[in-house]
């Protein structure tokens, strides 16, 4: 069946206590996950990847929790390596350049100055952000949990790569038929190049979605899309081979708080396409995709258990810890940024991936393998649908 064209309407709701994702294995974090109205749907329409961590005895959205911009820099190569990555630490990305665009549901009152305060927090310059309603007027998020997803894509895109500009574009109903893809694609292009982040899917696959494939080409462009929150279980638009899909790890720090490693995260998502074809980037792989794309291509932080901090005034009245692959997607968008690969397509930002993926010596390099965890299907050495080829450790080869 045809995706909706119709977005569900979201209306202020009780938030849901998510039982799923039980704390990460070593983590020092214990609390309850939570998911916001955003997160439901019925498949064909758009929602978010996205959870709240409240830790035990309760949030306090006056003081920022959970990874921060010079952690998770850290902990990915994106500013030189300290010991242990402590979210303490204040070593912060300074690179970054031309343009990200992020394609969120709706505007949000807030995002300008909720922007502003994340940043002037962890000392990173103020943002420069443009927004965009192809559809000519957006209604207000506020409250909805799009807010609080608005939110974390354009702080954490902006925490790994602060010198890039920033276009937020928004949709109605569809973010295909009003031009909001495209319309972000064509703003980052004329910037001189960059990403696009797309932090939502459709809940899995469905009949005609390669139709939608062609929204996702733009030169000088390279996609990304957040491979859901599902486990195991492939979502549009991560399957497109136009898209670099975005999985998911959990952070492992010790009992000092120290960074050690990255499972797999058990809701993150992956897996086989029934529909899209295999790309000829994946041809390193097909001995285990055969002939249709499998996702996810590269993973990063998503456990709300070792979640992000982000500052958002109209959900969480200040700082909430918040996880799911709707991290991984900007964070990933903004690593790319900031590691100065503008190629001409996300077509050969994958193909480059893949070919670093099958020279040992700059895998070994530039990406942890991640081994341990299962998101319904086993992380295990090499690529898999639990983490794809695993998450960045470096911008370059040693």
Not at 111 to 120: E, H, I
């Amino acid at each position: 069946m045809r995706r909706s064209v119709l977005l569900l309407t979201i209306t202020a709701a009780v938030i849901l206590v998510v039982t799923q994702f039980a704390p990460a294995q070593n983590s020092p974090a214990r609390g309850t996950v939570v998911a916001p109205p955003s997160t439901k749907g019925v498949p064909g329409l758009p929602r978010t990847p996205l959870y709240i961590f409240i830790p035990e005895g309760g949030a306090n959205p006056s003081i920022p929790s959970g990874e921060t911009p010079a952690s998770i820099a850290c902990i990915y190569g994106v500013t030189k390596k300290t010991a242990g990555c402590p979210k303490s630490g204040t070593v912060l990305p300074t690179g970054g350049k031309n343009a990200i665009a992020v394609t969120e549901y709706g505007t949000n009152s807030t995002l300008q100055s909720d922007a502003k305060t994340f940043a002037s927090t962890f000392g990173l310059p103020a943002p420069n952000i443009t927004e965009a309603c192809p559809a000519g007027s957006c209604p207000s998020n506020n409250g909805t949990g799009w807010d609080l997803e608005t939110a974390l894509d354009v702080q954490w895109a902006h925490a790994m790569a602060p010198n890039a500009t920033q276009y937020v574009v928004e949709f109605v109903n569809d973010p295909f038929g009003e031009g909001v893809v495209t319309k972000a694609a064509q703003l980052v292009a004329a910037a001189g190049g960059g990403e696009v982040s797309n932090s939502w899917g459709y809940g899995g696959e469905f009949s005609g979605e390669t139709a939608d494939d062609k929204y996702f080409v733009q030169s000088g462009v390279v996609f990304f899309a957040s491979a859901g929150d599902s486990g195991a279980t492939p979502q549009y638009p991560s399957t497109s081979p136009n898209v670099v899909s975005a999985g998911g790890t959990t952070i492992i720090r010790n009992g000092s708080g120290n960074y050690t490693t990255q499972h797999g995260w058990s809701g993150g998502g992956g897996g086989l396409s029934a529909i899209e074809a295999r790309p000829s980037y994946q041809n390193v792989i097909k001995s285990i995709v055969g002939s249709h794309r499998g996702t996810p291509d590269v993973s990063a932080d998503a456990d709300p258990n070792s979640g992000v901090a982000v500052y958002n005034t109209t959900y969480c009245g200040g700082w909430c810890i918040v996880g799911g692959t709707s991290v991984a997607s900007p964070v990933l968008a903004g690593i790319t940024n900031s590691a100065g690969d503008f190629l001409t397509s996300t077509k050969a930002e994958n193909t480059k991936l893949y070919k670093e993926y099958g020279s040992a010596t700059k895998y070994k390099a530039l990406f942890l393998d991640v081994t341990v965890g299962n998101n319904g299907q086993p992380c295990k050495k090499g690529w898999d649908y639990c983490s794809g080829i695993g998450a960045p450790k470096s911008l370059k080869a040693e």
